[in-house]
């Protein structure tokens, strides 16, 4: 089993659409949860973190983090094109001090 | 607020050569992390260092080292290279007091080609 699971896709969405990107994590200890960024040849861009259970909100994105089923989610409302990227999402782990990463979700947003 | 500076953008080295790769953090943060990524393995964690020690490692051969130095900047090395270090090498800093403020930031990163 993976560490941090997510759904390669590509995930296409309409532009102005809700895009919902999901993300499960093995260690139940897991402290931090982020979500990055990724343009085509360019390094990950920090869009979202949440570390207690619920709904974090910050412009279009929410972040949701459900820790008893180990699952945390990246809501984009009013996808734009501008948003179709792959989407990291990391973890850092009870113990030590690294940010283990998924695979990434491509997004892409039609106009 | 200057963010990470990662020295040099690209490489283009030959197989055996060693390299040196530098990243100078953000002001003030004092954790530097290294990853590799590449298309089949994604983003693999390298090292850590806070305040000029290693506080972790991942899973990659001797060849890996690091450090970083009094100022924050860090450093890494890979010796003896093979083709398949070929990657987007990336350091990420923070300011990584506490495992909850552990925001890390990306640098640009280096584009290392091993031929």
């Known amino acids: 089993q993976k560490e941090v699971e997510q759904n390669s896709g590509p995930l296409s969405v309409p532009e102005g659409a809700i895009a919902s990107l999901n993300c499960t994590y093995s260690d139940r200890g897991s402290q931090s949860f982020f979500w990055y960024r990724q343009y085509s040849g360019k390094s990950p861009e920090l869009i979202m973190f949440i570390y207690s259970n619920g709904d974090k909100e910050d412009g279009r994105f929410t972040a949701q983090l459900n820790k008893a089923s180990q699952y945390v989610s990246l809501l984009i409302r009013d996808s734009q094109p501008s948003d179709s990227a792959t989407y990291l999402c990391a973890v850092i782990q009870e113990y030590g001090n690294k940010l283990v990463f998924g695979a990434g979700t491509i997004l892409r947003v039609k106009s | 607020k200057a963010g990470v500076t990662q020295t040099p953008r690209y490489l283009i080295k030959t197989r055996g050569q060693q390299v040196t790769l530098s990243c100078s953090p953000i002001s003030g943060h004092r954790s530097v992390s290294w990853y590799q990524q590449t298309p089949g393995q994604g983003l693999q964690f390298l090292f850590e260092y806070f305040s000029e020690t290693q506080r972790n490692k991942g899973n990659f051969p001797g060849r890996f080292s690091g450090r970083q130095f009094s100022n924050s900047r860090s450093e890494m090395n890979v010796s003896t290279l093979e083709l398949g270090d070929s990657a987007l090498y990336l350091c990420?800093?923070?300011?990584?007091?506490?495992?909850?403020?552990?925001?890390?930031?990306f640098g640009q990163g280096t584009r290392l080609t091993v031929v």
């Open positions: 990420a800093s923070s300011l990584g007091r506490h495992p909850l403020n552990t925001e890390a930031f």
